[in-house]
């Protein structure tokens, strides 16, 4: 079960939406200090290990209510938040982002239901 959400008639694709372009670097041994560097952290699971990037791009310091420009690009066209794994943001900025547009929300600067076009 996938959602692929349209942004403007174009599909995601596995960027952030505020982040530049993420080019992977060449697997060599050289290339392991300049991920710590970079703040990649590794985590290991049950599954094994895995690499987690920070959100790249710009940092926003303070994410307002009141923004509805930015907080659209982060609602789909059926009102609905989008997920940290579709956004590529951090845990404690998608928590602000989500407390921000419910706060929107009740305010009716931005709606609960998307547009009901068949």
Do not use: C
């Amino acid at each position: 079960r996938y959602l692929i959400v349209t942004n403007h008639g174009e599909p995601t694709n596995q960027e952030s939406i505020l982040s530049e372009v993420f080019h992977k670097p060449d697997m060599t041994d050289d290339h392991e200090s300049e991920d710590e560097s970079k703040g990649v952290r590794e985590t290991v699971g049950p599954r094994g290990s895995a690499k987690r990037r920070q959100m790249d791009g710009p940092p926003v310091a303070i994410l307002n209510y009141k923004d509805v420009d930015r907080l659209s690009q982060f609602i789909t066209e059926q009102a609905k938040i989008l997920p940290k794994r579709t956004t590529k943001v951090s845990a404690s900025f998608q928590r602000q982002l989500t407390t921000a547009i419910k706060r929107a929300r009740f305010l009716a600067l931005l709606p609960y239901v998307g547009s009901h076009e068949a």
